[in-house]
Nanobody, 115 residues
Framework: QVHIVESGGGLVQPGGSLRLSCTVS????????MGWYRQAPGKQREWVAR???????FYADFVKGRFTISSDNAKNSVALQMNSLNADDTAVYYC?????????WGQGTQVTVSS
């Protein structure tokens, strides 16, 4: 049973933007605060951004001012607006509970920043 589905990735030029979306099951949406993570080739998965149950947003230093996380509770979805992308943002992006993610992870969505 699939509980988390990410989408919206793609190929974008440096300086460009993408908007990622994550849809979760109702049980997850009602239970967990959600966030975004990413894993670049050859690197460990790292946390990117998260929302608290009160709606506050927190960001990793390397995306502050460029990425914005938001939620649509009616749709059980969490979005990540990514602006001013650079090559270091190339990774597979995942949505999961935050700050404590659980398994299994979704399939993720690939973001490639390249000219």
């Amino acid at each position: 049973q699939v509980h988390i589905v990410e989408s919206g990735g793609g190929l974008v030029q440096p300086g460009g933007s993408l908007r990622l979306s994550c849809t979760v099951s109702t049980s997850i949406a009602k239970t967990y605060a959600m966030g975004w993570y990413r894993q670049a080739p050859g690197k460990q998965r790292e946390w990117v951004a998260r929302l608290t149950s009160a709606g506050s947003a927190f960001y990793a230093d390397f995306v502050k001012g460029r990425f914005t996380i938001s939620s649509d509770n009616a749709k059980n979805s969490v979005a990540l607006q990514m602006n001013s992308l650079n090559a270091d943002d190339t990774a597979v992006y995942y949505c999961n509970a935050a700050p404590n993610p659980f398994g299994p992870w979704g399939q993720g969505t690939q973001v490639t920043v390249s000219s």
